[in-house]
């Protein structure tokens, strides 16, 4: 069991589709993360939400952006992806930024 | 931007031995330094964790020492077991995308494979 929840569990989605993936947390954490981990890779962190403020990893592409409707929910909303997109997008919070991440089980992006 | 230098990739290992993974880091400022196991196909989840105010630490089977000085952590299995095949990542919070924003950023990963 995990305590931050991720849907959905998989996705597979065309280059031309719209779609979001979902995170809560209720843990009263005050920082949520968004990774993005391929194959045999170390996660990737893409975004990062704490204190109110988002802080933006310049080189992912303004074709993900993530949205924070309020302290437990951090979605990712995905446009127009490429077929490199596809992998394993992992939802993450903490109590602060010096504190353990605790992980969602993740969902698992293709993008044909 | 700062690093997270881990090594090895892989380390295989029979049953009982134990097992060391490296991590460096470049920035001094780094204060916290944990470490994620992740079995095939699931999510990471923390196993230890250390402050740059504590120079070692253990839980059960497993330790994590700090190098300030150096800049190094490591973390250490002892008497390992099949279960304990994984990836292991060590991580480190650092200014990786500047402006003082201290992010955690993962290393490499190192695949450990305890044969029975």
């Known amino acids: 069991d995990t305590e931050v929840t991720q849907t959905p569990k998989h996705l597979v989605m065309g280059m031309t589709n719209k779609k979001s993936l979902k995170c809560e947390q209720h843990m009263g954490h005050r920082a949520m993360y968004w990774y993005k981990q391929k194959a045999k890779k170390p996660p990737e962190l893409m975004f990062v939400?704490?204190?109110?403020?988002?802080?933006i990893n310049e080189s992912v592409p303004s074709r993900f952006s993530p949205e924070c409707p309020n302290s437990s929910l951090l979605n990712l909303h995905l446009h127009a992806l490429q077929p490199e997109d596809s992998a394993l997008y992992l939802c993450?919070?903490?109590?602060?930024?010096?504190?353990?991440?605790?992980f969602g089980n993740g969902t698992r992006l293709t993008v044909t | 931007g700062e690093n997270v230098e881990q090594h090895p990739s892989t380390l295989s290992v029979q049953e009982g031995d134990s097992a060391v993974i490296k991590c460096t880091y470049s920035d001094s400022a780094s204060n916290y330094f944990p470490w994620y196991k992740q079995e095939l196909g699931k999510r990471p989840q923390l196993i230890i964790d250390?402050?740059?105010n504590v120079g070692e630490k253990k839980d059960q089977r497993i330790a994590v020492t700090l190098n300030k000085t150096a800049k190094h952590f490591s973390l250490h299995i002892t008497e390992t077991q099949p279960e304990d095949s994984a990836v292991y990542f060590c991580?480190?919070?650092?200014?990786?995308w500047g402006g003082g924003s201290y992010i955690p950023t993962f290393g490499r990963g190192t695949s450990l494979i305890v044969h029975p």
């Open positions: 993450a919070s903490s109590r602060d930024r010096n504190s353990p991440l605790h």
């Open positions: 991580a480190a919070s650092t200014s990786a």
């Open positions: 939400y704490s204190y109110e403020k988002l802080s």
């Open positions: 250390i402050r740059s």
